[in-house]
C-alpha cells in the first residue's frame, strides 16, 4: 500500500506565493513519476507540473515560468511553489505519484487541497 498526503493549500490573494506538498509512504521502492493535477469547478482536471526521477519537467502552459515542481528523493516528497498567482489558478489540487514497489508499478493519487486565489 501506498499514502500520498498533500499539504500547503490555502486562500491567497492575487500575486501571492504558496508552497503544496506531498509526501508519499509505505511499499515503495522508488518514485518513477511525481506531479501534480489540479481540478476547478466544472473542469477536467488537467496536469499542472511533472518531474520525472531523473529531474526532467513538464508544465502546463498556464503556470509555465510561475509555478515551479521539486522533488527529494531520499524523503519520498515533492512540491509545488506556486508564485504569481490569478484568479484562474483556482482548483483543487492533488498530487500523483507513478510507484514501483519492486513487484508492481501503480498510479497513486492524494486526497487533494483546496487553493482559492481570491482578494
Known amino acids: 500500500q501506498v499514502q500520498l498526503v498533500e499539504s500547503g493549500g490555502g486562500l491567497v490573494q492575487p500575486g501571492g506565493s504558496l508552497r503544496l506538498s506531498c509526501a508519499a509512504s509505505?511499499?515503495?521502492?522508488?518514485?518513477?513519476?511525481m506531479g501534480w493535477y489540479r481540478q476547478a469547478p466544472g473542469n477536467q482536471r488537467e496536469m499542472a507540473a511533472l518531474i520525472r526521477y531523473g529531474g526532467s519537467t513538464n508544465y502546463a502552459d498556464s503556470v509555465k515560468d510561475r509555478f515551479t515542481i521539486s522533488r527529494d528523493n531520499a524523503k519520498n516528497t515533492w512540491y509545488l511553489q506556486m508564485n504569481s498567482l490569478k484568479p484562474e489558478d483556482t482548483a483543487v489540487y492533488y498530487c500523483n505519484g507513478v510507484v514501483s514497489t519492486g513487484l508492481t508499478i501503480g498510479d497513486y493519487w492524494g486526497q487533494g487541497t483546496q487553493v482559492t486565489v481570491s482578494s
Open positions: 509505505g511499499s515503495i521502492r522508488s518514485i518513477v513519476v
